[in-house]
Nanobody, 124 residues
Framework: QVQLVESGGGLVQAGGSLRLSCAASGRTFSSYRMGWFRQAPGKEREFVAAISWTGVNTRYADSVKGRFTISRDNAKNTVYLQMNSLKPEDTAVYYC?????????????????WGQGTQVTVSS
């Protein structure tokens, strides 16, 4: 069992930056792939970024590529999402996800563990 707690959300102006953190419980964190997803009002939850358990492999949605960076610190059981050049369309609740699988899948149902989410609001 893995428990995930996100933090770092807030209100920021367009063009600004935020760094989200996701703290995970459990000794198996270092062997889990980790991901970030988001859900805007009235829309389905969508994939944002994922990182392999080693941290070597990453994957990004086209909409955030070049602006967002996912990273992890296995010693701290934490995964991060650095968000730069934020746009109003990035406004959403951001969720952290974890799973023992190997592939950096974008399919929500392939991720077993989810956090409660943190709100990110980007004003124009």
């Amino acid at each position: 069992q893995v428990q995930l707690v996100e933090s770092g959300g807030g209100l920021v102006q367009a063009g600004g930056s935020l760094r989200l953190s996701c703290a995970a419980s459990g000794r198996t964190f270092s062997s889990y792939r980790m991901g970030w997803f988001r859900q805007a009002p009235g829309k389905e939850r969508e994939f944002v970024a994922a990182i392999s358990w080693t941290g070597v492999n990453t994957r990004y949605a086209d909409s955030v590529k070049g602006r967002f960076t996912i990273s992890r610190d296995n010693a701290k059981n934490t995964v991060y999402l650095q968000m730069n050049s934020l746009k109003p369309e990035d406004t959403a609740v951001y969720y952290c996800a974890a799973d023992p699988g190997l592939h950096l899948t974008v399919v929500l149902t392939n991720w077993n563990y989810w956090g409660q989410g943190t709100q990110v609001t980007v004003s124009s």
